[in-house]
């Protein structure tokens, strides 16, 4: 049995860049990022992408690459671990 009193949920303080290409790697930066399995993004259309490349820096940074598929425009962003989502206080804009 696990003790999930532990598991902290992830925080998204910023992105780096502040706005984005698809295939483009990106920087989250926060707290309790040590943990993170995967990142999603979900354009103005709804389309729903998983981020390639998932590397974890530290716990107060995760890199990413911006996956293909996305529509230009603004994508909300959900980092997901054990402890829990989290999304950053603003969406990220896509540029095409």
Known sequence: MSDTRALKRPIIE???????KVDQTIIIGGQ?????????F??????????SNL?????DEV???VPKGLTSGVAQVTVTSPGGTSTPPT???IIG
């Open 63 to 65: 890199q990413v690459t």
């Open 55 to 59: 590397k974890v820096i530290s716990n």
């Open 91 to 93: 969406d990220f804009p």
């Open 32 to 40: 309790n990022l040590a943990g993170v399995q995967s990142v999603t």
């Open 14 to 20: 910023h992105l780096e860049p502040d706005n984005g």
């Open 42 to 51: 979900v354009d103005s259309h709804n389309n729903k992408k998983s981020g």
